[in-house]
């Protein structure tokens, strides 16, 4: 499954991507791939990369591999998604703690379809946080803890 | 009985000889009759007084029907220039056969005896008609005579006012001329002006038109003064006439290397042209997008980061990449910190 989205390793290869993709939501999974929840949505994620082609471009990111990214995330739960569009992160409203990056994985394949089309069409619209489409009972639940510094 | 036509009304009847004796059989013949005799009444109106007409063609060709003889005649005599007006239908009237023919329609059909005479034309009337006729011809062909010499005279009376103007134009220039080149004109003049005093007895004749030999002489006398620019010496490159090759046709000695280098091309290249179709794709998407104006190859080092708002700032996005690098920062002030309190401790301990 994630034998088929591209893998980015290093931090320079995600900040090409970042930038590099013009006009397309860039999706970025952080996980590990031996990790059950990060199959299931890698699973997801490579079905529905073809039919969103051309809204969206899929990437899988090790968390392992680009330790900055992953303090600069605040990702402490994976598999974490974070959402780009032409460099800019795009913020949803899911109605968890945490707006910045989806938590976990998707129940169906149309879940993730339908997010991607609400921050394609926020992203158009000009806004840069957009608010959720998934039914809520349908999104992972977690506590978000709060690390002293 | 068996079927009999009626070439007068059109019809085939079976009823024999009866037909003729019916009313709508006799009242088509009264008609037919009286159209056939009014063509008889006018011709002979011109057997006193004939017409001869001096134009020809499709007017004077017509043919009339002689329902007696069942034959189509020719109603004008002509002769490619001259006709007689009715000529022909009276000539053919007075042929015996037309005679015979025209007793047996009378019999068969039963018409008005009266009327038959006056189909027939005798032979004393052709007669006075032929005489008639020679005389009518004769005049006319006076009268053509008479019309050509007319025009001719006409024709001639033209020309000569032609000459008398040329004659009074040479007459204003001729002073001028001779002033600038004495030596030729004196020859010239007096030729054209002996030529002009000839050409005026000559009246009868239409004598040709010839061009003056002036007007020559003033085109010649004209070209002298052009600007020499000097002999043109083509023996090295060749000429049109040796049947070297056009300039245009040679190979442009500023060219670089010759052949090598294709020429320039013109347009866009193609990537140049993908670039520019991008753009176009760019230009319909909506202007006010999420970073519409992100430059997405614009170089950044190692340790950019994107703008992300994180989780427990407060703030815009942009502080939130400040916040992170500072307290990377200080985790590391602080790592090395212990580090170094640890050692320096060590230290004290140890001294």
């Given at each position: ?34 990790d ?15 039919d ?11 968390v ?28 949803v ?5 945490d ?30 946080i ?20 | 009985?068996?079927a ?43 057997i ?52 015979k ?23 004393e ?14 005049t ?38 001779q002033?600038q ?31 003056d ?30 049947g ?14 010759s ?33 519409a ?13 994107p ?30 910190k212990?580090e ?12």
């Amino acid at each position: 499954m994630s034998l088929f989205l591209p893998k980015l390793a290093c931090k320079k290869d995600i900040d090409e991507v970042i930038k590099g993709v013009a006009e397309k939501v860039v999706v970025l999974r952080f996980g590990r791939d031996e990790d059950s929840v990060c199959l299931q949505l890698d699973e997801i994620l490579s079905k529905t990369a073809h039919d969103l082609s051309n809204m969206a471009s899929i990437y899988i990111v090790d968390v392992d591999k680009a330790p900055i990214y992953t303090r600069y995330f605040d990702i402490s739960y994976i598999p974490s998604t974070v959402f780009f569009f032409n460099g800019q992160h795009m913020k949803v409203d899911y109605g968890s703690p945490d707006h910045t990056k989806f938590v976990g994985s998707f129940k169906t394949k149309q879940d993730f379809m339908d997010l991607i089309e609400v921050i394609y069409r926020g992203a158009m619209r000009g806004k840069m946080i957009v608010q959720s489409p998934i039914d809520p009972q349908n999104i992972p639940k977690y506590d978000l803890l709060y690390h002293g510094i | 009985m068996g079927a009999f036509y009626c070439a007068v009304c059109r019809q085939t009847s079976f009823s024999g000889k009866g037909h003729i004796f019916g009313k709508s059989h006799q009242s088509r013949l009264r008609v037919v009759l009286l159209k056939f005799l009014e063509k008889v009444k006018e011709a002979r109106r011109t057997i006193k007084k004939p017409q001869v007409e001096k134009f020809d063609g499709p007017q004077h060709e017509n043919k009339f029907w002689c329902y007696c003889c069942g034959l189509e005649i020719e109603r004008n005599v002509t002769d490619g220039n001259m006709t007689v007006l009715h000529g022909g239908l009276l000539e053919h009237m007075a042929t015996p056969e037309h005679k015979k023919n025209t007793h047996k329609f009378w019999w068969e059909n039963k018409a008005d005896p009266k009327l038959r005479d006056k189909v027939i034309i005798t032979e004393e009337e052709i007669e006075r008609f032929k005489d008639e006729v020679t005389k009518v011809l004769d005049t006319c062909v006076e009268k053509e005579d008479e019309f050509i010499k007319q025009q001719a005279d006409h024709i001639r009376a033209q020309e000569k006012q032609r000459q008398e103007v040329l004659q009074s134009l040479i007459e204003v220039c001729f002073p001028r001329m001779q002033w600038q080149y004495p030596s030729l004109w004196p020859h010239y003049a007096v030729s054209k002006i002996s030529r002009g005093s000839h050409f005026r007895p000559q009246d009868q004749q239409a004598g040709p038109s010839w061009v003056d030999p002036m007007v020559d002489v003033q085109w010649a006398g004209l070209g002298q003064a052009l600007t020499f620019i000097g002999y043109q010496d083509s023996t090295n490159s060749g000429n049109v006439h040796t049947g070297a090759i056009p300039p245009w046709l040679q190979d442009d000695p500023l060219e670089g290397s010759s052949g090598a280098a294709a020429q320039p091309e013109i347009g866009p290249s193609l990537q140049d042209f993908l670039k520019q179709k991008e753009q176009e794709k760019l230009r319909k998407l909506p202007p006010n997008r999420v970073g519409a104006n992100f430059d997405h190859s614009s170089h950044t080092d190692a340790n950019w980061l994107p703008s992300f708002g994180r989780v427990w700032n407060s703030g815009r996005r942009w502080q939130s990449r400040h916040q992170f690098r500072q307290e990377e920062g200080q985790t590391n002030r602080h790592k090395r910190k212990r580090e170094h309190g640890t050692d320096g401790s060590k230290k004290t301990k140890t001294e």
